[in-house]
């Protein structure tokens, strides 16, 4: 016992040795999981015939299907969450989503349509099995009296984050488009067995951090949640009205979108409930967690036509030669990771410089910019579409450049920036204590509903057009940062001081 406790007290540039054992686990299942996704949507659109045969889908296929495999990989986290909770603890539930996910890429080496679908079923089980446990784990390395130490532990993880994601889309793009789809989605595997492996292998750093809690008391507000809702008339009503237009999707014959807006409704009974349960200043905190949490949908229904839409139009309509090397699309997927890694640091200094000189600088107020920078990043990618031009049979016959889609990434980045980091930490100031799992579940479910609010508008791009797609998703992003930024007084009064 004591050597463990010397082992998992040793550090490395002032931290514990068990957070670079989590950086390179999770850069190596970030380095899996976005290349995969680089790799995706151009997979399942690539023609069946040919020297590198993909799926033969069509664009608005491929995007729909592209939204609900990124939607459940975030609403997985809520079940990977219970599980580490309540059975395995979170250390052993990253060992599970690893095994999971090296399973995922695997199978999806293999060129058979059974493989597709039982692929993508394993590498969602293992990012919900993964994701947001390791996270925690992260934190749980640092005591309470490390608080400084934490924030920039976070930073140091948060930057293998990217480079895994920089690095994978260069390397498994090149493979999977270049050579053959299921070399990279193998490759991809390759990562995750290698990362699993680091994870393995430190396991004595990490004794301290991240095993089951027993609990002497359950905590009837959780195990009764269900119940609750159909207990007083508000949560009720808000249950049963999304429920009933569930319904009348499926009757109406769509029952994909029907079975959705059914699962939404238990979402809106609960949140309704934790709302319900709290005193005064509370149910005004929990307003303002709603609010955020539309901002998060909104920035991210935006922020992840990245992998679908305009993965594609790199791919259909951006002139890709530069000299005589054809740039793969995929390539372009690595940009945001690769502008997080540079900008970072510039965009925390600046809202430092902001705060001393006395301007706004709520979270609530970097969000609502952030969508805004994000939403702006789109006029470029407007101004790219007017350049494209066709012939009278419809085929492209000029392509526009590639500074379009680096200009709109940059945008993007810088939006995430503001936006994303604040977010979580906003809410988790914003919830109360006894619902911090339920809101830390809810968060990752509203990012997930982002990523399939992506997906619809990708499928009706085809329909109104590039133009109109890009230009729309700038003004209305834009209209809807400002009207959150307009009424920031009334928000801050109703979060009582919590930052």
């Known amino acids: 016992m004591s050597n463990q ?44 015939g040919g020297e590198n045969p993909g799926m033969g889908w069509s664009d608005g296929s491929a995007i729909a299907l592209y939204g609900w495999y990124t939607m459940f990989v975030y609403l997985a986290t809520i079940p990977g969450g219970i599980l580490a909770d309540r059975f ?94 299921h070399y990279g989605f193998g490759l991809a595997g390759i990562g ?117 839409l305009m993965n594609l139009y790199a791919s259909q309509k951006t002139d890709l030669a530069l000299g005589n090397f054809m740039v793969p699309a995929s390539w372009f997927q690595s940009a945001n990771a690769t502008y997080i890694l ?33 939403g702006l990043g789109f006029s470029f990618m407007s101004l790219a579409s007017n350049e494209v031009t066709y012939n009278a049979a419809g085929e492209i016959t000029q392509k526009s450049a590639m500074y379009w889609l680096m200009l709109a990434y940059l945008f993007h980045t810088i939006g995430e920036l503001c936006a994303s980091p604040v977010a979580l930490s906003f809410i988790t100031k914003l919830a109360p204590a006894r619902w911090g799992a339920f809101m830390m579940g809810a968060y990752f479910a509203a990012t997930g509903l982002g990523n399939k609010v992506a997906g619809l508008i990708g499928e009706n791009a085809s329909e109104a057009g590039d133009f109109w797609t890009f230009t729309g998703i700038t003004i209305f992003c834009t209209i809807f940062g400002v009207l959150v930024i307009l009424i920031i007084k009334p928000l801050k009064r109703l979060v009582h001081n919590a930052e």
Request: some cysteine; charged content about 15%.
């Open 5 to 48: 406790i010397e082992l998992h007290q040793k550090t490395l540039f002032g931290h514990p040795i068990g957070l670079f054992v989590l950086f390179f686990t999770e850069l190596w299942e970030r380095f899996s999981y976005y290349g995969m996704r680089a790799i995706l949507v151009l997979y399942l659109v690539s023609e069946t």
């Open 88 to 181: 395995l603890g979170q250390k052993k539930s990253v060992m599970v989503g690893g095994l999971l996910l090296c399973f995922g890429h695997g199978i999806l080496a293999v060129e058979a349509l059974w493989a597709f679908y039982t692929g993508l079923t394993f590498i969602v089980l293992g990012v919900g099995c993964l994701k947001g446990n390791i996270s925690t784990m992260v934190g749980g390395l640092y005591g309470n009296e490390d608080i400084d130490k934490r924030d920039m532990g976070f930073y140091i993880f948060y930057m293998g984050i990217n480079v895994g994601a920089a690095v994978s889309a260069i390397v498994v793009g090149y493979v999977g488009e270049v050579y053959n789809w």
């Open 192 to 308: 995750m067995a290698i990362g699993q492996f680091v994870y393995w292998r430190g396991q004595k750093y990490l004794s301290h951090v991240g095993n089951k809690i027993e609990l002497e008391n359950t905590n009837k507000e959780s195990t009764n949640l269900f119940l609750q809702i159909f207990k007083t008339t508000n949560s009720l009503i808000g249950f049963s009205l999304t429920a009933l237009l569930g319904l009348y999707l499926g009757y109406s014959g769509d029952w994909s979108y029907g079975l959705l807006l059914i699962g939404i409704a238990f979402a809106v009974g609960f949140a309704i409930v934790v709302y319900n349960d709290g005193n005064k200043i509370e149910k005004d905190r929990i307003l303002v967690t709603y609010l955020a949490f539309l901002i998060v949908i909104v920035f991210w229904g935006a922020f992840e036509q990245a992998g679908g």
């Open 342 to 374: 540079i900008f970072a640091t510039l965009v925390g200094s600046f809202w430092i410089w902001w705060k001393k000189r006395g301007y706004e600088h709520s979270s609530i107020f970097k969000m609502a910019v952030g969508v805004i920078i994000m």
